[in-house]
């Protein structure tokens, strides 16, 4: 079976400086991964996704994620945080189960960005 | 597009109390699952259905959890009788015919139960 493991539950940054969250999958096939971030009170909306296209996938809000396989590795970053970006981020892994792509959380980060 | 919509944002209710949550998937998507997220457990699937069939419900706690979906545009997840523990926040996503292998899913903003 697939699982994801997020290495850090919560982080703290100051704005305009950059962010990284990390997170390792294990997976016996090739992958397709995902990064989501919840906003308080809010439901979880998709940041990007890697599906074996390019390694390095660029999501909105100028979050990006590098797909390292030698690692199983797919770390989200930003450089310049924003006060916006303060939520929680799921680092998701799909796995085929029953005939469908079943997503599997991560345990989740919360990401606080102080000014 | 409204997105998925889910009702109700918050409810309290009483131990044994039945509790109704209702979801409205965003038209045209043919998949539908039913998530639970607390503190200590995070976020699990209960339940999905592909075109209105469930198709894993191997995350439906017990009995006392059941979902339907007597159409495409309108799911149900009932607690009966409702227990303190289910207290979480319960989210309903749907995902379209694109999505099926890019894992693009869509949340409600999500049901609050407490269950005192």
């Known amino acids: 079976a697939q699982s994801v493991t997020q290495l850090d539950s919560h982080v703290s940054v100051s704005e305009g400086t950059p962010v990284l969250l990390r997170c390792n999958y294990s997976?016996?096939?090739?992958?397709?991964l995902f990064w989501y971030v919840q906003h308080p009170n809010k439901g979880l909306q998709l940041l990007l996704k890697?599906?074996?296209?390019?390694?390095l996938v660029k999501g909105i809000n100028g979050f990006e994620a590098e797909f390292k396989k030698s690692e199983t590795s797919f770390h989200l970053t930003k450089p310049s945080a924003h006060m916006s970006d303060a939520a929680e981020y799921f680092c998701v892994v799909s796995e085929p189960s029953g005939g469908y792509n079943k997503l599997i959380f991560g345990a989740g980060t919360r990401l606080a960005v102080h000014p | 597009d409204a997105g998925v919509i889910q009702s109700p944002r918050h409810e309290v209710t009483e131990m044994g109390q039945e509790v109704t949550l209702r979801c409205k998937p965003i038209?045209?998507?043919?998949?539908l699952f039913w998530y639970r997220q607390t503190m200590m457990r995070g976020l699990e699937l209960l339940i999905y259905?592909?075109?209105?069939?469930?198709?894993?419900d191997s995350g439906m706690p017990e009995d006392r959890f059941s979902a339907k979906m007597p159409n495409a545009s309108f799911s149900t997840l009932k607690i009966q009788p409702s227990e303190p523990r289910d207290s979480a926040v319960y989210f309903c996503?749907?995902?379209?015919?694109?999505?099926?292998?890019?894992?693009?899913?869509?949340f409600g903003e999500g049901s609050r139960l407490t269950v005192l």
């Open positions: 259905f592909n075109n209105n069939v469930p198709i894993d």
């Open positions: 996503a749907s995902r379209g015919t694109g999505g099926a292998n890019t894992g693009e899913l869509f």
């Open positions: 038209s045209g998507h043919n998949s």
């Open positions: 997976s016996s096939y090739s992958p397709s």
């Open positions: 890697y599906t074996s296209a390019a390694t």
